[in-house]
């Protein structure tokens, strides 16, 4: 940890990913005391790689954020390990609390906690995670590209995941579950070549480290070499609460997030927002893109209270208010 060392500052961070660290990186480069607080379970750490990000396509997750994070604290920011329980407002700004009860004080906030992965309960699902199980085709599908791929119904979005996969592999498998298929979704996925396998699905089926297979509640296994999952996807947001912020659900039905106006200001004075925790459709690329101009909307915000603060400051100094009905200036 390098810069700033008090528990005193301009900015604090809440949250270490892309968005956090690229808008730490403008703050800190524009002179901001920021802290930035992670708890270091970043969303994507089961995947093998960072794909679709210009430059850096390929890059494991935790060297593109050990290498931000080196960034930020090149320009004095710093960094801290920990988890954010609670926010309250104190004095000009906000008292955030930690995990183990340190505190520390900010003009600001930036809210980059991102999203949580909620997956049916099936057997074996959570541990193949980010390998052959899989959720975004611009994220893996390409490192599933012409295996049989199979596409378990979760709600609102998943016919259209299964539409985009089949960009990916001429072999593509959808098991409705519980989400029944309307006409026009069933013609839709027969006139590409999409099979539709009715039942539950209890488990995936695994040899050799691979997956070959889900098996349906029936006892009959129907062979797929990789599986379509969309998740539920819920924000990390329950120290807002005490703010009065409170997750909404998102109009595309595939779970919640932080609602924010275009220059990711929140609904709470002072508190912006970036990232998977506004956005549960963005990928590396555009959470970083969304860091930085939140970090520049918070930098002008303060300056333009220090402008305000100055100019007060010398009509004060110009025209000092009377102290008394018998004082002279």
Avoid: K
């Amino acid at each position: 940890m390098t810069g700033h060392r008090n528990d005193d500052y301009d900015v604090v961070v809440i949250g270490g990913g892309a968005a956090g660290l690229n808008g730490a990186l403008m703050l800190a480069r524009m002179r901001r005391s920021v802290l930035v607080i992670d708890s270091g379970a970043p969303r994507n750490a089961p995947a093998e790689g960072v794909h679709g990000l210009f430059a850096r396509d390929g890059v494991p997750p935790g060297e593109l954020l050990a290498t931000g994070r080196a960034e930020v604290e090149s320009y004095g920011g710093r960094v801290l390990d920990g988890e954010v329980v609670e926010i309250a407002r104190g004095g000009t700004g906000f008292v955030v609390r930690l995990a183990d009860d340190r505190t520390v004080r900010a003009r600001r906030l930036l809210v980059t906690t991102g999203l949580v992965d909620e997956l049916p309960q099936i057997a074996g699902l959570r541990e193949r995670w980010g390998r052959d199980v899989v959720h975004c085709p611009y994220c893996h599908g390409w490192e599933v590209r012409d295996r049989i791929i199979g596409v378990l119904g979760n709600g609102a979005m998943t016919v259209h995941v299964a539409q985009l996969f089949r960009q990916l592999s001429t072999d593509i498998v959808y098991f409705p579950r519980t989400t029944p298929l309307t006409v026009e979704q069933a013609g839709q996925l027969a006139a590409r070549g999409i099979r539709v396998v009715e039942g539950e699905v209890e488990s995936v089926v695994v040899s050799e480290d691979r997956l070959t297979g889900v098996r349906l509640t029936d006892g009959g296994v129907i062979a797929v070499e990789a599986l379509a999952v969309p998740p539920r996807m819920t924000a990390r947001a329950g120290f807002l609460v005490s703010l009065g912020l409170r997750p909404s659900e998102h109009p595309s039905g595939a779970g919640e997030f932080i609602a924010v106006g275009p220059t990711g200001r929140t609904e709470i004075p002072e508190v912006w927002a970036a990232g998977n925790v506004t956005d549960p459709s963005a990928q590396v690329g555009a959470a970083a893109a969304a860091g930085a101009f939140a970090g520049a909307q918070i930098n002008a915000d303060l300056v333009a209270e220090e402008v305000r603060v100055a100019v007060e400051a010398r009509d004060l100094e110009q025209f000092p208010v009377s102290a008394g009905p018998h004082s002279q200036r």
